[in-house]
């Protein structure tokens, strides 16, 4: 069952999914009526789940999910996990690869693969202050307040020099 994002509380989960490229207007448009007819289907063991989706910088795909309303379940995440797999297919982008890593240099996002970001970090390209987008964030709060934040309090930490 589709919400609008805004309208979700703020303890719903999320799933952050960054793309290896920006998206166009159409491919958002795609996404979009694509999201909508998905989470109108999304269940739990048949149960209706009440999600929606944001798009951030056009470049990231964010699920979200009332658990006040019903949690989810394996068989739920695997559902959104292929829906996923099937924008990667059709659109022709990576939406999974973990090893990517997205951060700030002004206003431009920056994605680089984890080995070139450990390499930025010896050659100070990127520091403790450095933007870094945290994509373990698990709730919407933590995605609304803890998604852009320094390196120095994100996971990123662990490979600053």
């Known amino acids: 069952m589709f919400t ?3 309208n979700l509380p703020s303890n719903s989960r999320v799933w952050i999914y960054q793309s290896n490229r920006e998206f166009t207007q159409k491919e958002i448009d795609f996404i979009t009526e694509k999201a909508i007819a998905f989470i109108n289907n999304w269940t739990r063991h048949g149960d209706d789940l009440k999600g929606s989706f944001t798009i951030k910088y ?4 964010i699920l979200a999910v009332d658990e006040n309303f019903n949690s989810v379940s394996g068989c739920s995440i695997d559902a959104s996990v292929r ?4 924008l990667e297919q059709t ?3 990576d ?3 973990k090893m990517n890593i997205t951060f700030k240099d002004g206003n431009n996002i920056n994605l680089i693969k ?13 520091n403790a202050e450095t933007i870094v987008f945290n994509n373990l964030v ?4 933590d995605f609304e307040n803890n998604w852009e934040v320094p390196a120095k309090r994100s996971w990123h930490n662990r490979f600053l020099v």
């Open 4 to 6: 609008e994002y805004k």
């Open 58 to 61: 056009n470049q990231f795909l």
């Open 83 to 86: 829906f996923v797999q099937q």
């Open 91 to 93: 659109l022709q982008l």
């Open 95 to 97: 939406l999974m690869d």
């Open 114 to 126: 984890l080995p070139q970001f450990q390499e930025f970090v010896k050659s100070k390209k990127i």
């Open 138 to 141: 698990a709730t919407k709060e």
